[in-house]
């Protein structure tokens, strides 16, 4: 068990990612359903992820962390309003102008956008003569498919242990106009190409500056700041920044603390490990996962279109997964080979 655990750590670390994330798709739409400035959200949970952070980067890393150089510093700050700040702030507002199934979708196109980043800077390998390379392109091409299969074809009824009743809501309806709704699916893009640019970004960054955990600290603290400028600038109602023990306090504290906190810092990690199109590839989870916890907590209907999906993206998951293994094992016996050459030589 202990040997298994440790052999398969990165992959049970990115399913607890996606665990985290599934929450915080929970929480946070409701949250700013109950009118919660979004701005205001992610200032809060930004908070809350420096704070919770700053220990832990202070005493584990203390002897790992060199001082920042002023130019690195720099390059720290812009990655975090590009990739941190703008994407989070995005995200939550454009889910105003979009329905939450499109939402937790569209998340899943951050393994192809990962990918085609890390190609076109040759971060990542698209050599179509392996079947590695084949594997990779298929499965973030099947992955994609599953995830809008899953939210936009509905199919016949599925019902479940016969609890769903006709009629039965537990969010209200969205009336937007097709405007709003360009918009809102524009902007959930936009942030979807933040994240997984900022996800390409850290293998480098990580080259620089090994410190992980100060990494990710200070990433969160330049996003804090950086976002409470943001939402003093877009919300000046003091009313709006006032939080009581309700679900805008756990909302927030979960998502800084857990999502934010712990999240960051496991990607980053898996990204050093395995690299960023490893880390992305594991973004299907949360709408499966997603969609599990809704379907028993609020009865929600499921629809024969949302299974096949489901499956595509498992078997999308399982294409990249096993193309990203394969060729580390490959580069693995390449390297071998190449330093006993050395050593004949």
């Known amino acids: 068990m202990v040997n298994y655990l440790e052999k398969n750590k990165t992959c049970l670390a990115m399913i607890f990612v996606q665990l985290a994330y599934a929450g915080m798709a929970l929480f946070s739409k409701a949250a700013i359903a109950k009118g919660m400035n979004p701005f205001v959200f992610v200032a809060y949970r930004q908070v809350f992820a420096t704070i919770t952070l700053a220990p832990f980067a202070f005493f584990i890393d203390r002897k790992k962390a060199d001082p920042v150089s002023y130019r690195l510093m720099w390059k720290i700050f812009l990655i ?3 990739g ?3 994407s989070l702030n995005l995200y939550l507002y454009a889910i105003n102008f979009v329905s939450a199934t499109f939402a937790a979708a569209s998340v ?5 956008l990962t990918f085609v980043i890390a190609a076109t800077l ?3 390998s698209i050599s179509i003569r392996h079947s590695y390379g084949i594997a990779k392109v298929v499965g973030s091409v ?3 498919s599953g995830a809008m299969v899953f939210a936009f074809v509905k199919g016949p009824q599925v019902n479940f242990m016969n609890w769903f009743t006709p009629n039965q809501k537990t969010i209200p309806n969205m009336n937007l106009s097709s405007k709003d709704w360009v918009k809102g699916c524009l902007l959930m893009l936009l942030a979807n190409f933040a994240w997984a640019s900022w996800l390409v ?4 960054l990580m080259k620089q500056y090994p410190a992980k955990i100060r990494l990710t600290a200070l990433q969160c603290f330049f996003s804090c700041l950086q976002s409470l400028v943001l939402a003093m600038a877009m919300e000046r109602d003091i009313s709006s920044w006032k939080l009581g023990w309700d679900l805008n306090l756990l909302s927030v504290a979960y998502c800084g603390i857990v999502v934010t906190g712990v999240t960051y810092w496991l990607q980053i990690w898996a990204v050093e490990k395995k690299g960023p199109l490893f880390a992305a590839a594991f973004t299907p989870l949360a709408l499966i996962i997603t969609a599990i916890i809704s379907m028993f907590l609020w009865k ?4 024969l279109g949302s299974i096949c999906g489901g499956l595509l993206l498992a078997g999308g998951l399982y294409c990249v997964l096993w193309g990203k293994d394969k060729e580390i ?10 330093f006993k050459e050395e050593i004949i030589v």
């Open 80 to 82: 975090s309003l590009f």
């Open 84 to 86: 941190i700040t703008l």
């Open 108 to 112: 899943n196109t951050i393994p192809v």
């Open 122 to 124: 040759r971060i990542e």
């Open 142 to 144: 099947i992955g994609l």
């Open 201 to 204: 970004m850290q293998a480098p």
């Open 300 to 303: 929600e209907i499921l629809h």
């Open 329 to 338: 094992k490959e580069e693995a016996i390449r390297e071998q080979s190449d």
